[in-house]
């Protein structure tokens, strides 16, 4: 027992230990970051990002991190007032710390000021840089409602994500339209900013008809967020999205991304379109058995093919409009839509059954109170 006791002892001291170490290495990079030269704070991002990454350190050194106001402050210093390079390696900082880390992605893009730092950056930066903006801005709002609307509201924020999609290739074209991807995703109100935002309709519009297949990809993901929100319905159909997503949705190619592509061009036609409409729309039956797939990955919280994600219900809510049509749910049920629906059934009643006591003993402590 003695034995033990020290044993844990020890682990707790080596862990405080660590954990100091930790602090005070991120207070001495926050110090470098403002008070140090430009090359000096190039430097010390470079640092942070490397401590920062989630494959190097626990989560707890990415709380550590997240959680130093002076660490904080650091950052924007530089994004402000940096260097190209500098400001380089701030986004990509963000990108590490906030990278699935709700806390993180709070602190950071709550501090004052760092919205506004980071379009400076969106702005007036090098491609390079404008791309590791986008790729911050999207860290940021992933699966974060808030951080979404924050960002989507951020005066200037659209026109500068639109400038980098207008005027970028590649993977900064890519990144800038996951900006608006991601907060469309986890907010109604934000795609009601975005849409009304001078410029994007015709940017995703473009990134239709582009060359490569990534921008293809990325639009579709786009507009088919997009698509879920009831009020924004009609000012896609009057901007042209449904004509634009028709090249898309009969595409010739093959492979995951490809797959996806057509998937999501068909969900988001099938969520412009009315239900008088959706009962003569007969669907391609490969990309029925996608789909699917994509709504059993959905139920059980996995990435289709390390694709995508999804939730259950933007798959759902355009597959019962599609079995308006009596052949797509033929084709529903020869992909195995049955079992699919049944496993999200019985997961949903093992859900209900888990929470029943909580519930019950809540309804007899109002019961008592009464």
């Not at 057509?262 to 969900?267: G, Q």
Request: proline share 3%; glycine share 8%.
């Amino acid at each position: 027992f003695a034995f033990f006791s020290w044993g844990v002892f020890r682990a707790m001291s080596e862990s405080e230990s660590n954990r100091n170490g930790v602090v005070q290495q991120v207070e001495a990079i926050a110090a470098l970051m403002i008070t140090g030269s430009d090359d000096q704070g190039a430097e010390a991002a470079r640092q942070l990002r490397a401590l920062s990454l989630p494959h190097r350190q626990g989560e707890d050194v990415r709380s550590i991190i997240g959680a130093s106001e002076q660490l904080r402050a650091g950052l924007l210093h530089l994004l402000l007032n940096g260097s190209d390079t500098s400001q380089y390696w701030c986004c990509h900082c963000i990108v590490s710390i906030s990278h699935k880390h709700f806390a993180n992605q709070r602190a950071i893009a709550r501090h004052p000021g760092m919205m506004h730092a980071i379009l400076k950056v969106l702005v007036y930066g090098s491609p390079l840089s404008k791309g590791a903006a986008c790729s911050a801005l999207v860290e940021s709002t992933f699966r974060n409602e808030e951080n979404a609307l924050l960002v989507a509201k951020t005066p200037g924020m659209m026109q500068g994500v639109v400038a980098v999609m207008q005027t970028s290739a590649g993977d900064i074209k890519d990144d800038a339209a996951g900006v608006l991807r991601n907060c469309s995703n986890y907010s109604s109100e934000a795609t009601e900013v975005i849409v009304r935002s001078p410029g994007v309709l015709d940017a995703l519009i473009e990134m239709c008809k582009g060359e490569h297949k990534s921008d293809r990809f990325t639009a579709m993901g786009t507009i088919q967020n997009l698509t879920r929100c009831a009020s924004v319905v009609p000012v896609l159909r009057e901007a042209g999205i449904l004509e634009a997503l028709l090249p898309a949705l009969n595409a010739v190619g093959s492979g995951e991304q490809h797959d996806v592509m057509r998937a999501e061009a068909l969900m988001a036609v099938t969520n412009l379109s009315t239900e008088r409409t959706c009962c003569d729309l007969q669907a391609d039956p490969s990309v029925l058995a996608v789909l699917t797939q994509m709504v059993l990955c959905a139920i059980r919280g996995q990435a289709w093919r390390d694709v995508a994600w999804y939730d259950a219900e933007e798959c759902i809510a355009p597959m019962c409009r599609l079995t308006l049509n009596h052949d797509n749910r033929a084709q529903f049920r020869h992909a195995g839509m049955i079992q699919v629906l049944g496993e999200l059934l019985g997961r949903w009643l093992a859900e209900q059954q888990r929470g029943l006591p909580q519930r019950l003993s809540e309804g007899v402590m109002v019961h008592a109170d009464r």
